[in-house]
């Protein structure tokens, strides 16, 4: 089975500030995708970003990017100028491509400080 | 577009009791998926569905049975609630592939349920 860990449960930074998230995954696939979600205290899951694991090029949306080390099986997600908004629970995800099965990590509350 | 709509949003179940989550969507997606989110933990898959029809077990399928018989609707059930059963549970649906780009999943809002 795949696992995704996230060893960073709480963090916190500064409006404004730049914050990066940890990501870490185990699979022996070599076709697969990586996602970050946000789930703001509204409970709905967003997808953020995502990045398929044939491309090198790492994925950005706006003020958020990630840096996708496929060797390291590491993917985290930068989001640069922090607003209020980005507090929220963020899940790192994987998926094998062809499979239906999405495996999130446990999580990482962020905060960001007026 | 209303998009996934899951109804309830809270219920409070006793142990031994039966209930039906229900979950709809509008975006006439083929696949439909029920994940399960516990305290602190992420989402884990229940069931999910590739159309109509078609059902098919996730990572935590135990206690739970689902139906697929129209592209709209997948409604999960418990027929006998336990307290390990307490969660949060999710539905989502997607579209199939395109050009073999994989497709994202769209998250309903979640159902509360607390089984004392």
């Known amino acids: 089975a795949q696992t995704v860990t996230q060893s960073q449960p709480e963090m916190s930074v500064q409006e404004a500030e730049t914050v990066t998230l940890s990501c870490t995954y185990d699979t022996s696939e070599n076709n697969y995708y990586l996602f970050w979600y946000k789930q703001p205290p509204s409970r709905q899951m967003i997808l953020v970003i995502r990045?398929?694991?044939?491309?090198?090029q790492n994925a950005t949306e706006n003020r958020f990017s990630v840096n996708f080390q496929k060797a390291a099986k590491s993917f985290s997600l930068k989001i640069s100028d922090s607003q209020l908004g980005d507090t929220a629970m963020y899940f790192c995800a994987f998926m094998k491509q062809g499979a239906n099965n999405l495996f999130f990590g446990t999580g990482t509350r962020l905060t960001i400080i007026p | 577009n209303a998009g996934v709509t899951q109804t309830p949003k809270f219920r409070i179940l006793k142990i031994g009791q039966s209930m039906t989550l229900q979950c709809t969507q509008d975006?006439?997606?083929?696949?439909m998926y029920w994940y399960r989110q516990d305290p602190g933990m992420g989402l884990k898959l229940i069931y999910y569905?590739?159309?109509?029809?078609?059902?098919d077990k996730g990572e935590v399928p135990n206690g739970y049975n689902v139906s697929r018989s129209t592209t709209e609707d997948f409604p999960l059930r418990l027929e006998l609630a336990a307290p390990s059963q307490t969660s949060v549970y999710f539905c989502?649906?997607?579209?199939?592939?395109?050009?073999?780009?994989?497709?994202?999943?769209?998250f309903g809002d979640g159902t509360r349920l607390s089984i004392l």
């Open positions: 989502a649906s997607r579209n199939r592939d395109r050009r073999n780009r994989y497709q994202p999943q769209h």
């Open positions: 569905s590739v159309g109509a029809g078609i059902t």
């Open positions: 990045q398929e694991a044939y491309k090198q």
């Open positions: 975006m006439n997606h083929n696949y």
